[in-house]
């Protein structure tokens, strides 16, 4: 009998094994703020990039491939599928960077198909709960807080060179700070590393999500140095560049070594267009110098530099790995479907009712049978505007042969097929075709404004309790509060509230500061006052002090937190940082 249980154990094990086998491993590397031209297999005259030139030649490419034309608009495209005004995280701060809980993502999907999950690097979908990565499907987790190395809520101190990221270890939600040896990019790639080798006798999905190229620019001199000649734009941005190519390979020898680069599905693709491959005169404009891969426009345009990117896929045993160039109109909403068709993973149901499409058939050699009418994108608000101003405005349409750009100012038409650098408005040509745009854009706006409606942090979850909701996350009604290192430098002279979920009612103990806690550094200020739930309450600030503490019995519910600060001069501004404790 024992032998027999014996024999019948092996055969699972070899059965279950063989299915495992079966399924490809998936490596995404999302690199921040490189443009389409910032790559030498795209005709950059002066950058090297061998190992990514290498994969290029290996992988499908799709050549008319969009994302948003910033940071987490094309992180919440990517993790979920949807448009990111459905998310609603469609904006870099100002609490507009959290997707509604309801969104599923990729880590989601890959976890509840036995996958083991992984990333490293940049989020820029939340900081609290229930909005981290390790509430959004992944497992195992190192990653650096809000929008940049150096931001608000970043550890204190950090500047790209042996920082403190948080690491979540696989079966917890709850983070620790861990200081790492090295420079970022080098540091997300070893973990990256790290990752595989503990998981390499299971399927397993990694997000690698570099800040780098992101600025500020800051890289090891010796990775500048080739490029401080005429014609380059910023030495720093191209030797950041010269660093991720090196990791990436690092990375795919790694991979051979553990006889897992046959099965693993690599793709390659970054968020944005450029931020400092080339020199512009203005934002929507053609640079003066440098090499943009003849289009107009850098990060944060609606014209075709701010959002078209590379998207390059390798998977030998898939049959994709020989240079093959996909020019259909696809995006970042398409990269969801498109994996959960490649891996077979079981058909989403209702929670993965996507706005993204399958490139599948595509991959296939089918073009004839898959054909997107329109693609719709819509830079939400800005910097100097009021978040959502409504239909059309900072959008684009766009067909496989027509772009049409809405401005706040302006309704531009371009033929993108013989005019690329959009140079010619054909408006006054085409003012029927225009209207027909117009038109199929309503439905793309009907979908999407419900989602800017506000999300909010939680409070008293048990993995995050205390929660540290920092400035960078007020909700103004225009513009950005407090989001980096400089701004909350400041003494403090503006204020907005936090949109907070109270889980649970009861008491909570509020930590008010104007430096984080590593700082250790005093409040500017002579009065702290606090208002939520219709709940105000005010105290002297001592000479010296470094927090304001008050404690609160709440209702439970969604509602704002509001903090002010006054100096001696009359002054009033918020805590930049506030932490909240469920008693």
């Known amino acids: 009998m024992k032998y027999i249980f014996s024999n019948i154990a092996g055969l699972l094990l070899l059965f279950f094994s063989s299915a495992w086998a079966e399924k490809p491993n998936v490596i995404l590397i999302m690199t921040d703020d490189q443009g ?17 030139d290498k994969l290029h030649s290996e992988s499908v490419r799709f050549t008319d491939f969009h994302v948003s034309p910033f940071c987490t608009p094309t992180r919440a495209a990517l993790m979920s599928g949807n448009h990111p005004g459905v998310t609603g995280a469609y904006r870099t701060s100002a609490g507009r960077t959290m997707m509604h809980p ?33 509430d959004r499907g992944f497992q195992d987790t190192v990653w650096h807080r809000c929008g940049g ?8 101190g950090n500047d790209y060179f042996d920082d403190t990221y948080e690491r979540v270890r696989s079966g917890s939600r709850k983070g620790t700070f861990e200081n790492f040896d090295g420079y970022c990019t080098d540091v997300w790639f070893r973990e990256g590393m790290r990752f595989i080798n503990q998981n390499k006798d299971n399927p397993f999905f990694l997000y690698i999500a570099t800040n780098a190229p992101h600025g500020p620019y800051r890289v090891d001199p010796k990775w500048a140095e080739p490029y401080k ?6 030495p720093n941005f191209f030797g950041m560049i010269a660093n991720i190519d090196h990791n990436l390979g690092l990375l795919r020898d790694h991979l051979k070594g553990l006889n897992l680069d046959e099965n693993t599905i690599l793709v390659f693709m970054t968020d944005n267009g450029t931020s400092a491959g ?5 934002l929507d ?11 107009r426009g850098k990060k944060s345009s609606i014209y075709e530099g701010g959002h078209r990117v590379p998207f390059f896929l390798h998977w030998p045993a898939g049959g994709f790995s020989k240079g093959r160039d996909i020019e259909s109109l696809a995006a970042h909403i398409d990269v969801l479907p498109t994996l959960a068709d490649l891996c077979k993973l079981p058909k989403p149901d209702k929670e993965y009712d996507v706005d993204g499409r399958s490139l599948t058939p595509l991959l296939a050699g089918k073009a004839k049978s898959w054909m997107r009418n329109h693609l719709f994108l819509q830079y939400h608000g800005g910097a100097h505007h009021k978040f959502a101003l409504g239909p059309l405005t900072n959008s684009v349409v766009m067909t496989e042969r027509w772009r049409l750009v809405n401005t706040d100012k302006a309704e531009e038409l371009y033929d993108i097929v013989n005019d690329p650098a959009q140079r010619n408005n054909i408006a006054s040509q085409r003012p029927g075709f225009i209207k027909d745009l117009r038109t199929a854009y309503q439905s793309f706006w009907k979908r999407v404004s419900p989602g800017l409606k506000p999300v909010a942090i939680d409070l008293g979850d048990p993995s995050e309790n205390p929660a540290v909701l920092c400035s960078q996350d007020w909700r103004p009604e225009t513009g950005n509060p407090p989001w980096n290192f400089s701004s909350i430098k400041k003494i403090p002279k503006v204020t907005h509230p936090w949109l907070v979920n109270v889980l649970k009612a009861g008491k909570y103990r509020f930590t008010l500061r104007q430096w ?21 309450k005010e105290t002297v600030i001592k000479d010296g002090s470094k927090e304001i503490n008050f404690t609160l019995t709440l209702p439970s519910g969604i509602t704002e937190l509001w903090t002010y600060i006054y100096n001696q001069q009359g002054q009033v501004g918020g805590a930049y940082f506030t932490e909240v404790e469920k008693l």
């Open 285 to 295: 404009t053609e640079p003066t110098l440098g090499f943009n891969a003849g289009m």
């Open 149 to 156: 190395v150096g931001q608000a809520s970043d550890y204190w």
């Open 278 to 282: 080339c020199k512009f005169p203005g």
């Open 229 to 234: 000649v005429e014609g380059v734009n910023n």
């Open 36 to 52: 389409y031209g910032d790559l030498g297999c795209h005709g950059n005259p002066i950058l090297k990039t061998p190992n990514l």
């Open 516 to 536: 984080p806690k590593e700082a250790d550094k005093t409040i500017a200020g002579v009065k702290a006052r606090i208002k939520i739930a219709g709940i105000e």
């Open 102 to 134: 309801s969104e599923k993502t990729l880590a989601n999907l890959f976890a509840e198909n036995g996958y083991k999950t992984g990333m490293t690097g940049k989020w820029h979908l939340g900081d609290n709960a229930p909005h981290r990565p390790q």
